[in-house]
């Protein structure tokens, strides 16, 4: 079983469409997550960390389930430069982060 | 303020050669972890060193190799290149060893024919 497990995509929506991405993790002790986006050919970029809280930044909001070992992100309102793949990241000790393959996102008008 | 800068950016060698890549993380951070990845594939760990040591080495055959220098840039280096090592190879600094976010370089593209 994969550490971190994310379903590949490609998923296609509309501009202004809702679309929710989520992520499974194995490693019960991991410490702290997050979710990074990665445009082609480029370094991925943090888009936001995940509390158990849940936490929301702007049209983005991100969720922890630690019993399920479930992490998610939903997009709302969709827009063209959303297009990306978006990376479910997981830590466990120092700096280890391990990431799962990546959902891509693409939007279309 | 600078970020974190890598080079080459692009590199062609072939089967059994050996590679050099270069990292200077953005200043003031003291840790440089090393990630390869896989056309399709999220990145993989393969180093992190902190303070000029090594502190956790991922699931890497002993070809691979890296080094942090005093003023915190750091080499990867990877012996008897195979086809397979064909990969963007990803260089995150981190100001602290652990818990806060990392930032990643533009990556060293290397293809091996």
Request: glycine share 8%.
């Amino acid at each position: 079983r994969k550490e971190v497990e994310q379903d590949p995509g490609p998923f296609n929506v509309p501009e202004g469409a809702t679309v929710a991405f989520n992520c499974t993790y194995s490693n019960s002790a991991s410490q702290s997550f997050f979710w990074y986006r990665q445009d082609c050919r480029k370094e991925p970029k943090l888009l936001m960390s995940v509390y158990s809280s849940g936490n929301e930044d702007g049209r983005f909001t991100a969720q922890l389930n630690r019993a399920s070992q479930y992490i998610s992100l939903l997009i709302r309102d969709s827009k063209l430069s959303d297009s990306a793949t978006y990376l479910c990241v997981v830590n466990e000790d120092t700096d280890k982060l391990i990431f799962g393959t990546g959902t891509r996102l693409q939007v279309f008008p | 303020d600078a970020g974190v800068t890598q080079s080459p950016t692009h590199l062609i060698k072939t089967r059994g050669q050996h590679v050099t890549l270069r990292c200077s993380p953005i200043s003031g951070h003291k840790s440089v972890s090393w990630y390869q990845q896989v056309l399709g594939q999220g990145p993989q760990f393969i180093f992190q060193y902190y303070e000029k040591e090594e502190r956790g080495r991922g699931n890497f055959p002993d070809r691979f190799s890296a080094r942090q220098f005093p003023n915190y840039s750091s080499e990867l280096n990877v012996n008897a290149l195979l086809l397979g090592d064909s990969a963007l190879y990803l260089c995150a600094s981190n100001p602290r060893l652990a818990g806060t976010q990392q930032f990643f370089g533009p990556g060293t593209r290397l293809t091996v024919l």
